[in-house]
């Protein structure tokens, strides 16, 4: 056969695949009668198409015949008229979509700068009444008031503080005798030299009210605490990149005990008081970042992100550091309310004359009975206790043994300290057997616990136990 016939052999070979193409587009293709014999295979043989001696080409496109779709396409996108229509009154699921309030409605119409400016001003707005809340004098609302008539017998606030913290300064208390301001500010009295021996309490007491000076005692602690917190970020960012999140989280339940243990006894009022500003700047801090109020929620999302757990996701709440403050404090703020209190002037009532080893009670069951149950149960806890909830017998017994340790040495700080016992002093060996069993009831709650948060529960019932054996 010539050229020419093959060339025009060709053409019409390709215009009939041409027109057998858009038929085939614009109608379906009738599907084979034969089922798994579809396409004629090597001398007429007939074969199944997924038979694997027939060239991919052939077992490709006889599966899109046998499937009624004509030659099936290679990478190549579906025909956009079967995709189905974007719904916006229904979600891909069949259910309806939930529509906008009317008060959120009108913010869809704003520009990015627009919603930015607003934005900063409502964060405006939130801070100044914050401020207001706090130092403007409201009866109604106002925290000021509250705490001047309920806490301060009518003192001033900020002159209450100044005093509290600065009054054993000399050059402090030169400025405020000069310029008349000891109306405000309170300024503590000197104590009298001449006699140091009838101040009592101990020698720590001794060295406090003599030779410091109470105010100059609440600055040392403050910084203190300050050098301690600054330490514990230092390792826990360094920490960041190679351990797991517990591990790190651990750190901050160390630094409670380093900062609260040996310090509480020193002056339990103010570490109370200290406890009680910082939860409420912790709750305030967590309500701004909730709130996404520029410009502090992004920095602490940041910081606080690598810190989460479970626990953290359930709300818009970021509750671990709270509830580890929550737990160190409470046992110390019920033995202060079941002590008597003294002081004069304008301490009158923030001295507590005895000490008890219950004040401790939370910072040895959080920062030192959950930690080590945490850190040894996870790396060694292989048996498990027998109602689930994933806590391990090497953990319960890590928490006992260190909540042991804790109560004996808050016991031995206490007697070497010569601070007045509310309690009479018992032989080593009674001692120890109490705080034994202190330890082990703190431990099966602590293990019995799995549904809330044993951060909170676990160290009231340790604080029971102390007090009512009275360690």
């Known amino acids: 056969m010539d050229s020419s016939s093959c060339s025009s052999c060709e053409a019409f070979d390709e215009a009939e695949d041409s027109e057998s193409l858009q038929t085939d587009t614009n109608k379906p293709r009738k599907r084979r009668q034969s089922a798994g014999l579809n396409k004629p295979g090597i001398m007429g043989i007939d074969v199944p198409a997924s038979d694997p001696m027939l060239p991919q080409e052939t077992r490709l496109s006889s599966l899109g015949a046998k ?41 869809f119409s704003l520009t990015y700068e627009q919603a930015t400016w607003r934005k900063w001003l409502y964060a405006l707005y939130v801070y100044i009444l914050i ?28 002159g209450w503080a100044l005093g509290y913290l600065f009054g054993d300064l000399p050059k402090f208390r030169l400025e405020v005798v000069t310029r008349n301001l000891e109306s405000w500010i309170c300024l503590p009295s000197r104590p009298d030299f001449d006699d140091l021996g009838s101040l009592g309490g101990g020698w720590v007491q001794h060295l406090r009210h003599a030779i410091v000076g109470d105010a100059n005692t609440r600055l040392l602690l403050s910084a203190y605490y300050l050098a301690v917190i600054s330490v514990g970020l230092i390792v826990v960012l360094r920490l960041s990149p190679v351990y797991e ?3 790190r989280r651990k750190v901050f339940h160390f630094m409670m005990v380093a900062m609260f243990a040996p310090s509480i006894y020193i002056d339990p009022t103010f570490a109370g008081l200290a406890l009680s500003i910082v939860l409420a700047v912790f709750l305030l801090l967590d309500l701004l970042r909730a709130s996404q109020l520029p410009p502090l929620s992004k920095p602490l999302a940041a910081f606080l992100a690598p810190y989460v757990d479970g626990r953290d996701l359930r709300g818009p709440v970021v509750i ?13 703020w019920l033995s202060l309310g079941s002590l008597p209190r003294s002081g004069t002037g304008y301490v009158q009532g923030w001295e507590v004359p005895t000490r008890e080893v219950s004040m401790v009670a939370g910072v040895i069951c959080v920062g ?3 930690a080590a149950a945490s850190l040894i149960g996870r790396r060694y806890g292989h048996r498990k206790w027998l109602w689930g909830g994933g806590k391990s017998l090497e953990g319960s017994v890590a928490f006992a043994l260190a909540v042991f340790l804790g109560l004996l040495a ?25 705080a034994g069993f202190c330890a082990s009831m703190a431990s099966l709650t602590e293990a019995v616990l799995t549904g809330g948060n044993d951060n909170v529960v676990v160290p009231v019932v340790l604080w029971t136990c102390v007090k009512s054996l009275a360690i």
């Open 368 to 370: 030192l009975g959950d």
């Open 410 to 434: 808050a016991h031995a700080w206490l007697r070497l300290g010569g601070w007045p016992s509310s309690t009479e002093l018992d032989s080593l060996g009674t001692t120890m057997s109490k």
């Open 131 to 158: 401020i207001g809340a706090v130092f403007v004098p409201n009866k109604w609302i106002g925290v000021k008031d509250f705490v001047q008539t309920n806490a301060l017998h009518s003192y001033e606030p900020v």
């Open 320 to 332: 671990s550091h709270i509830f580890l403050l929550i737990g160190c404090a409470i046992p110390l």
């Open 67 to 107: 499937r009624g779709v004509g030659h099936l396409r290679r990478h190549t996108l579906s025909s956009v008229e079967h995709l189905p229509k974007k719904s916006y009154t229904h979600t891909p699921s069949g259910r309806k979509k939930r529509s906008a309030s009317t008060s959120v409605r009108a913010f």
């Open 245 to 247: 999140v517990d591990t």
